[in-house]
């Protein structure tokens, strides 16, 4: 008999995302049928948060920037024009943690066990997030005023998948941080990623240590994998979209132009990031870690970057093939304090995940 039930996800969702910005943020929300700000087409944040264990999937968070920077600001007591992008980022991180981790109390209530990730933030005007295909997919609209926040889910049942996460929690943060460090994730990463691409793709890749000075960032691909449990953080594989195409002729056996739907694409990335993300993973599994990986989600635009909250250190590899560069991200968070990420936790320091430009002044957004 099904557990999650829609009705009842979307009663949690819309208790928690109407009292949490009453009481902390002193702004009324009304649940709208259809949207009509145009912020959510500009300048935009979306924070995610997945679930693994007996309940598969992602809530994501949707706001303008222009929203964000009033909700960063009546939350921390600031101005608006005064916020750092840390704080607006940390916020919606924390939004999105009460939300989540509400649902995840009322799936734990209904004896599905499940534990989430810390929050990933993708900022910028250019992108479209398209989650995996988990469940069936739902979004709400509320509004304040004249902006909205749009919440977003794709939720599966997964029964049996608790053996996964039994361990969670047993083990002490200095056992664990022990046991992250013990790890050699760049060799785990670099192994992983030209063993997948040669014998999944025919493709040798190799290593390299900086970027090439003729690599131009165009309309990219992003797909992303979260880790959660005893480990807490984010793998991502970024790609330039002509070489995407490439890559999905390679593992289809076709040719480039008879790929017609980008769909096709989309889901080579999900699973080489499937793939290479389970094989740090099972690292982690390996020295007695209890480490759940989320569905994979791919990121596709031209100006957009996905950073990991709570990530402490990011680790970033680089391979070229055939005159075409593949970024690779990994991120650990090394703290093992406060792993859980039960909504409510204090929002912590977060790092910059991705490309930077050179060019003073800029953001830094892709």
């Known amino acids: 008999m099904e ?5 009842a996800v979307e009663k949690a969702i819309n208790l928690a995302i109407v009292d949490t910005f009453k009481t902390m943020l002193s702004m009324d929300l009304a649940k709208v049928g259809m949207s009509n700000d145009p912020g959510l087409d500009e300048q935009r944040y979306v924070a995610a948060v997945h679930y693994g264990g007996e309940v598969v999937g992602m809530l994501c968070l949707h706001a303008s920037r222009e929203f964000a920077c009033l909700i960063a600001g009546a939350m921390l007591g600031i101005e608006p024009g005064e916020l750092e992008e840390e704080e607006i980022k940390d916020v919606l991180g924390e939004l999105s943690n009460i939300v989540s981790g509400n649902l995840k109390s009322d799936f734990l209530d209904a004896e599905l066990a499940c534990v989430i990730s810390t929050p990933a ?3 910028g005007s250019d992108f479209r997030i398209e989650s995996s295909k988990v469940g069936e997919h739902h979004q709400w609209i509320y509004r304040h005023k004249t902006h909205e926040i749009l919440i977003e889910v794709g939720l599966k049942e997964d029964i049996g998948a608790k053996k996964d996460i039994f361990r969670t929690g047993a083990l002490s943060s200095d056992e664990i941080r022990a046991k992250i460090n013990s790890v050699d994730v760049g060799t785990t990463v670099i192994n ?9 793709l025919s493709m040798e890749i190799e290593s390299i240590q900086e970027v090439p000075a003729d690599f131009r960032e165009e309309k990219r691909t992003v797909g992303t994998v979260n880790f959660a449990g005893d480990v807490h953080g984010l793998f991502n594989i970024q790609v330039n979209d002509n070489f995407a195409r490439k890559m999905a002729a390679a593992m289809l056996g076709t040719e480039e132009d008879e790929i017609k739907d980008q769909e096709e694409v989309f889901d080579v990335i999900r699973e080489l990031s ?3 993300g389970g094989n740090l ?32 250190k990011i680790q970033r590899f680089l391979f070229h093939v055939e005159g075409h560069t593949i970024i690779v991200d990994a991120g650990i968070k090394k703290d ?30 892709r």
């Open 3 to 7: 557990k999650i039930r829609i009705s």
């Open 121 to 123: 933030i993708t900022r």
């Open 192 to 200: 992983s990623v030209i063993d997948v691409f040669y014998t999944m």
């Open 274 to 276: 499937n793939i290479i």
């Open 281 to 312: 993973k099972s690292s982690f599994v390996d020295v007695g870690l209890s480490c759940v990986l989320s569905t994979p989600a791919i990121t596709n635009g031209l100006d957009f970057r996905v950073e990991a909250l709570n990530i402490i």
């Open 336 to 365: 093992a304090e406060n792993q859980q990420a039960d909504g409510g936790e204090e929002a912590q320091e977060s790092t910059e995940g991705l490309l930077k430009r050179e060019e003073e002044g800029d953001d830094g957004l």
